[in-house]
């Protein structure tokens, strides 16, 4: 069965870094382009960054580009997040999502991310 | 890299049928036909319904269809039931991105 599992969440102060990872089971991860989507309290979908299959080309939301680095370990099968200069408007759950085709399943159970002093 | 636009909320009665707008542009809805729609229930990951503007995915109910006209999508629910109140959400290929549009809370009355 195909899953995945985010984790490294929690509280960071403004300015701050958390490096979230989205462990995949059942596929693997590294023929996939896979996805970071996050969601803020009670708001809706954003899509925060890619990584495609094979080659590895990255794209990041223009709100993120900069400060977030999307990367995987095949080894480990897991894809990450890397989350630096957070601001407060980052504090959102965030789901990682394999591109099956140009859409996104599964997703993970999501991870917290809050961003306060 | 802007959002979609979906109605914030839509309601039916059981037995009825809906349909969720969402409008983009010519550079996202209108230039690809990488459209999709997801469901998400409180405290829940979303899941997809409607893939590559009108394809069900195994296991999603033919109750659920997906069209496009230009730089809009839609979402259309037959027979709604219980279960189908939730937020709905679109997605489009964007080029490099991916654009999403704000979610329309579905009210089975």
């Known amino acids: 069965e195909v899953h995945l599992v985010e984790s490294g969440g929690g509280l960071v102060q403004p300015g701050g870094s958390l490096r979230l990872s989205c462990a995949a089971s059942?596929?693997?991860?590294?023929?996939?382009?896979m996805n970071w989507v996050r969601q803020a309290p009670g708001k809706g979908l954003q899509w925060v960054a890619g990584i495609a299959g094979g080659g590895g080309r990255t794209d990041y939301a223009d709100s993120v580009k900069g400060r977030f680095t999307v990367s995987r370990d095949n080894s480990k099968n897991t894809l990450y997040l890397q989350m630096n200069s957070l601001r407060a408007e980052d504090t959102a759950a965030y789901y990682c999502?394999?591109?099956?085709?140009?859409?996104?399943?599964?997703w993970g159970q999501g991870t917290l991310v809050t961003v306060s002093s | 890299q802007s959002a979609l636009t979906q109605p914030r909320s839509v309601s039916g009665s059981p037995g009825q049928s809906v349909t969720i707008s969402c409008t983009g542009t010519s550079s996202d809805v209108g230039h690809y036909n990488y459209v999709s729609w997801y469901q998400q229930h409180p405290g829940k990951a979303p899941k997809v319904m409607i893939y590559?503007?009108?394809k069900r995915p195994s296991g999603v109910p033919d109750r659920f269809s997906g069209s496009k006209s230009g730089n809009t999508a839609s979402l259309s629910i037959s027979g709604l039931q219980a279960e189908d109140e939730a937020d709905y959400y679109c997605c489009s290929y964007a080029g490099t991105s991916w654009a999403f549009g704000g979610g329309t809370q579905l009210t089975v009355l």
């Open positions: 590559d503007v009108s």
């Open positions: 059942g596929f693997t991860l590294s023929t996939y382009g």
């Open positions: 999502a394999r591109d099956e085709a140009m859409w996104f399943d599964p």
